[in-house]
């Protein structure tokens, strides 16, 4: 889910960090080192979740809202009632350059495939971005191609 009640719930801070935290889900600190469940991707499917993850973290940290959204499933797209576009716009906007230049250095650490068929992503982050240094991404296929599901698929 998208919106600005996520973004202040994952991390406190700047008005920049916390607009992050709902712009890309990064921040999220849920105290603990759970790993993801699942079998480790195969070449195939670790190429495509990195593609989609690359392009989420690239098109965050440009400010491009339509690229950024291009990246989530149709549900994910919809999830809190409000268009994509305009909450990222908004956010975005709000978020300084040098905090966005950060989430754009995100890096694809490690993905899992769960029985289900959806793969959760792993990604290194500054920690000025997210405390715990990472940040987790849930994907499904979609298409033909792996979208973000959830893009905040913290672990309890």
Same mark, same amino acid.
């Given at each position: 889910?998208?919106?600005?009640?996520?973004?202040?719930?994952?991390?406190?801070?700047?008005?920049?960090?916390?607009?992050?935290?709902?712009?890309?889900?990064? /921040? /999220?600190?849920?105290?603990?080192?759970?790993?993801?469940?699942?079998?480790?991707?195969?070449? &195939?499917?670790?190429? /495509?979740?990195?593609?989609?993850?690359?392009?989420?973290?690239?098109?965050?940290?440009?400010?491009?809202?339509?690229?950024?959204?291009?990246?989530?499933?149709?549900?994910?797209?919809?999830?809190? /009632?409000?268009?994509?576009?305009?909450?990222?716009?908004?956010?975005?906007?709000?978020?300084?350059?040098?905090?966005?230049?950060?989430?754009?250095?995100?890096?694809?650490?490690?993905?899992?495939?769960?029985?289900?068929?959806?793969?959760?992503?792993?990604?290194?982050?500054?920690?000025?971005?997210?405390?715990?240094?990472?940040?987790?991404?849930?994907? &499904?296929?979609?298409?033909?191609?792996?979208?973000?599901?959830?893009? &905040?698929?913290?672990?309890?």
């Amino acid at each position: 889910m998208i919106g600005h009640g996520r973004g202040a719930r994952l991390l406190a801070g700047t008005a920049a960090v916390a607009a992050c935290a709902a712009i890309a889900g990064c /921040g /999220g600190d849920d105290g603990g080192d759970d790993e993801p469940s699942g079998r480790a991707a195969n070449a &195939s499917e670790r190429q /495509g979740v990195e593609q989609t993850v690359n392009a989420w973290y690239d098109a965050l940290g440009r400010g491009d809202a339509q690229g950024a959204c291009d990246q989530l499933t149709p549900e994910a797209q919809k999830a809190g /009632g409000a268009s994509c576009i305009d909450t990222l716009n908004g956010l975005l906007k709000a978020t300084p350059a040098a905090s966005r230049q950060l989430i754009a250095q995100s890096k694809l650490s490690d993905v899992k495939v769960a029985d289900d068929g959806k793969a959760t992503a792993v990604v290194s982050q500054d920690k000025k971005v997210a405390p715990s240094g990472e940040d987790r991404l849930e994907l &499904s296929q979609s298409g033909g191609r792996w979208l973000i599901s959830n893009p &905040s698929a913290r672990t309890s």
